[in-house]
């Protein structure tokens, strides 16, 4: 091989060589490139526990608003009795009615004939206030101890509290009427005889009148103290006055119905309104069945 032909081997080796590394050089850069700006596989994003916490959807705002509002707020609190009350004996509707009047409102066995359906209860209007108007049952609408066992009990704990604002409320009203009926705040003051103690104040649909709200709403002689006892009631034993008797002259087919007073004797007994409307401070014990019950609470005029 002659000298030139040995220069253009090594000539072309040479670039041959140059290339080669150029080529290795090019992709080295290139793969040097990848690696910084490819994304990072699952695998690589994993969440540790701390990043999960932060990924878990949080409730939105709509999803606060859902939770029911707090009703404190939506309390109603009575400002005492307002006077005693003059009864018309006119039965009015009851966006109509003032104190004094009769109103029909929600619905209760009492003819004791299943047959016809529960009849309208008929109210009687003791109070307004904030255009609100405070009824009590016509009538004794059912017999029910104050408490389930005998006990010492308050208002607050007894289980007659708790049949009224369930059972009751929801066999008597219907739902448009129970959007009507105003939670209360019940105050339910010591026996001012025996100081025998109330207990605690209560937020309530339906309730019993105490002892000083008979005395602040009825005069001693009002024949709307004393309570007819329903049909219904009597067939489950309701007890009625049956015997003509001048001292309770009158009162044949009333009944004794419950206060929410303690009586003279402890928290175990109760105050109650007698037949001929006189309140017996002694009472019965809580769980003595017999005594009728003439439900209360506050009401919207107003749908």
């Known amino acids: 091989m002659t000298k030139n032909n040995r220069r253009k081997k090594h000539s072309i080796s040479g670039k041959r060589y140059i ?3 150029l080529l290795i050089v090019t992709m080295l850069l290139i793969a040097t490139a990848a690696g910084c700006s490819r994304k990072p596989s699952e695998k690589e994003i994993e969440p540790t526990e701390g990043v999960t916490e932060s990924l878990t959807p949080k409730p939105t705002e709509t999803s606060e608003l859902t939770k029911t509002p707090d009703t404190p707020g939506m309390v109603f609190t009575p400002s005492g009795i307002s006077g005693r009350v003059t009864f018309t004996g006119n039965t009015v509707e009851v966006s109509e009615a003032g104190i004094g009047d009769t109103v029909q409102f929600g619905s209760y066995e009492q003819d004791h004939d299943t047959d016809n359906g529960a009849e ?35 208002w607050e704990t007894c ?29 339910t003051e010591d026996n001012p005889e025996s100081g025998t103690e109330g207990g605690n104040n209560t937020e309530d649909k339906i309730f019993l009148l105490s002892a000083e709200e008979v005395l602040g709403y009825f005069n001693a002689n009002d024949l709307a103290r004393r309570a007819k006892v329903t049909a219904y009631a009597q067939a489950y034993g309701g007890t009625v006055w049956d015997l003509l008797d001048s001292e309770f002259a009158g009162t044949i087919g009333n009944g004794w ?47």
Do not use: H, M
């Open 19 to 21: 290339c080669a590394c």
């Open 120 to 154: 309208a209860i008929e109210w009687l209007v003791l109070d307004k206030q904030d255009g609100k108007l405070l009824l009590l049952s016509k009538a004794g609408l059912k017999v029910k101890t104050y408490n389930d066992e005998y006990a010492e009990v308050t």
């Open 159 to 187: 289980t007659l509290r708790g049949w009224l604002n369930d059972t009751f409320y929801n066999t008597a009203f219907g739902t448009a009427e129970q959007e009507r009926i105003v939670t209360a705040k019940v105050k």
């Open 257 to 303: 119905w419950w206060l929410r007073t303690p009586g003279n004797n402890g928290n175990g007994s109760v105050a109650v309104v007698t037949p001929n409307g006189v309140i017996d401070y002694n009472g019965y014990k809580v769980d003595f069945f017999g005594k009728v019950i003439r439900p209360a609470f506050w009401l919207n005029p107003e749908p």
